[in-house]
């Protein structure tokens, strides 16, 4: 291959992204340098329909006030629409009760919430928890520091260059220590392979000996639908600003009667039935670990989105980020020397696709996109011990969501072609990430 790139047939989809791109302003903008923007970031955070915008600004503008200890009628009515957005919530992830969802700042905080509430008052020396070795620093660091603490064990399945975890290995390691085994945290779908973990199947796996499952979802509760009841975890954890709602705001689920055997991980205002000088005594649930005034804005908003991603279809949206990765499978392996990460079979991901290319860094792959108003991810994505199982240092990431077409995906891949050729055609020789 030189210059020309075979661009197969156009594939069908069950939603129209060219007519969704219209509900998103930021997407009717350009990139530097007048360049239409083709906005493949999506794994490290979404854009907003004008929907979520205009409910938060509605917020702000008609019945602001803080929330729950107010008697006005202000207060009352932004009480209502906050724990109305816990309900949609609840109802967007098929949660028993709206008590289970506890506002947090995001993925990252509702894991430490976990940690620092159920494993400093449930693990002991000795115990283990189980990771894999394609999680998030989120789902990794709470646990080490928890370790230190406690001084129960990590232990961490390896995965396959496909992205699987061995399944000898998981039997292995369940046989040999079920009764030591006190926590199992995973993630639905890696952020950096895009590999769809068998959630409901390991959550089982867990179960069988007892032990708890935490699922980060944060790659997965933005693209498809999430069944609280049917995956049957004990915790579950994501992220606002990855599924088209505002940063600073996400989702703790827990199942009630851990959630009410925990102790509250914050202290302050809101989350106290009474203070004396003595004591205090907590909150009722959800209101038990929602320390200070809440994210009250944020989480309409995060309403407002679970809403219009409810109404799009996350079915359809699925189906079509699947469809987008069948062609970038299909275009990116035309170039030499380039390297898909994780499963080679699209139906296996979500809509991410990670790649190296022999000679050329990510930060300079990136940077070059980006002259074309292509804004993809270079790095480790918060994923050291995955790439380092993989050899490499880093390496450039494209995800894609509803409002992303077949035609931006075709311009990913003739701009990585291009630089590409650039290179191999007597071009400076770039820095090697592997």
Known sequence: MHNSMTFPTPLSTQLDPHQLRIDFPILQTTAQ??????????????????MVLDSMNDCYSRYYSNVHRGIHSLSETSTHA???????????????????????????????????????????????????????????????????????????????????????????????????????????????????NPVQRWVQRAHQIDAIALVDAAQAAPHMTIDIQAWDADFVVFSGHKMCGPTGIGILYGREALLEAMPPFLGGGAMIRSVTTQGFTSADLPEKFEAGTPPIVEAIGLATAANYLS???????????????????????QIPGLRL????????????????????????????????????????????PLHQSLEISASTRASFYLYNTAEEIEKLATGVQRLQTKVTGGGRRRRSAT
């Open 341 to 384: 990460l994780g499963p080679e079979e699209p139906t296996e991901k979500g809509g991410i696709v990670s790649f190296v290319i022999a000679g050329l860094h990510p930060h300079d792959i990136s940077q070059w996109l980006d002259m074309d108003g292509i804004a993809v991810r270079a790095g480790h994505h918060c994923a050291m």
């Open 82 to 196: 906050f724990e109305q957005a816990r309900q949609t919530l609840a109802d967007f992830i098929h949660a028993a009760s709206a008590k289970e969802v506890i506002f947090t700042a995001g993925t990252t905080a509702g894991i430490n919430t976990v940690a620092r509430s159920w494993g400093d008052q449930n693990l002991r020396s000795g115990d283990m928890i189980v990771l894999t070795m394609a999680e998030h620093h989120a789902n990794i660091v709470p646990w080490q520091q928890l370790a230190t603490r406690t001084g129960c064990e990590l232990v961490f399945l390896p995965i396959d260059r496909q992205g699987h975890v061995d399944a000898e290995q998981m039997d292995l390691l369940w046989q040999r220590h079920a009764e030591r085994i006190k926590l199992f945290a995973f993630t639905a779908v890696s952020n950096v392979l895009g590999t769809i």
């Open 33 to 50: 340098g007048g360049m239409p923007l083709v906005y493949l970031d999506n794994g490290a955070s979404t854009q907003r329909p004008q």
């Open 311 to 333: 109404q799009v279809g996350l079915p359809a949206i699925h189906a079509h980020e699947q469809q987008l990765t069948q062609l970038a499978h299909e275009l990116l392996t």
